[in-house]
């Protein structure tokens, strides 16, 4: 498979990527197409994982009552957290809309079984948190796959686990990773909501590169790179 | 940003998640020019991230001896790694071709720094690990903007992650994620070379997904999705 991509279809790729935002609001009531729906999961099924493992389950929820459980454990989870925030940013923290599990008409929670295919998988033995790391690519394919779709996708960790296991009837040793919420969208907003409401910068890119080894920011054999790095736009 | 997705540019990513590969051979002694790395490395950069904390880096690395090293913690892992497995598999395993440290003209390291904009990160309160989520969320949009730009890239897992943290000189709390080898290829795999070698099949997407809770296969509700999902095909 020696596809090479065209300009429009690399652009399609690095658009995905820019202009992908975790949706916490402007959901709109449409429902999500079947078909729409079967093609972002399977981009999610066709991520990479350890061994080839493929250690992620997608439990699809619509629900009431169960979405109406998991939005109570929003509730107390974040009044919890904001303990650990001081005044004025705990009244800001308070304000912000942070999840759509109601407004968004599909739920669906991805989940990790550590024993898929086991006890061996290759290349899960020296770092077994591996197999993890395999659902959340699986994560970012759905994300990305939705975006081209008009589908936007808010990933909710305001939340117990303990209870979301319980809700969703899991097994002991699986481990859910991601808590979604899908729907078509009135808008994409241009930056992530944060940035807008400048809670916190976008790093520039030349900050979170080093050479060679930690925090080594340059050398001459990395200069030209060092100044294209430098000199990165801001793609929103 | 509402922008939509033409078909080409829809197809780019889907092209870019299915083509994609673990790449270990194959690689070329063609050099990565600086502005498709920057491109590459800034699609990682704009990943989403729990409480837009952004809390990776990359550590970019060409150097000889350092990647010797790190190839020797792969010889020895790999050996260690064997004994959890019986011949016949154990010589199979052994057999694979399951790195690209020395053969590839770039090596990156991503690492996961959890005190970036702490103590308080939104999100991150009750499940902390969605900080290194968030990091593979990077490592997956790296190795997409890599397949569509023509640079293969393979995840090394095969490591001692206490002897690559002392080689790149990471500070203690830093918590390095994914060791990924880069660069042109002469081919791409048209499927995973361990479903090639039929050590393990690709399941189908039916047997990943559920309706409403754990192991529940359908009902009445979800049934013309379930057909759908049924008769997916594998794009491969």
Known sequence: MNVDFSDEEKNGLYKAIFSRRDVRSHFTSK????????????????????????????????????????????????????????????????????EGILDSPLNVCVTYDPSRFGPFVIGKSSIPETGIYSVCCAVQNLWLAARTEGIGLGWVSILSNVLLKKILELPDHVIPVAYV??????????????????????LELKDVVFYEKWEKKQNSSWNNIHELIKANLDYA
Chains 1, 2 share one sequence.
């Open 31 to 98: 429902p999500i197409d079947d078909e729409i729906l079967t093609r972002i999961l399977n981009a999610a099924h066709h991520a990479p994982s350890v061994g080839f493992s493929q250690p992620w389950n997608f439990i699809l929820i619509k629900d009431y009552e169960t979405r109406k459980k998991i939005k109570e454990s929003f509730e107390i989870e974040r009044k919890c957290s904001s303990q650990f925030v001081e005044e004025p940013q705990k009244s800001r923290y308070l304000s912000f809309k942070l």
């Open 181 to 202: 919420c899908l729907g078509h969208v009135s808008e994409f907003a241009p930056r992530p909501d944060l940035e807008t409401a400048k809670w916190l910068p976008r």
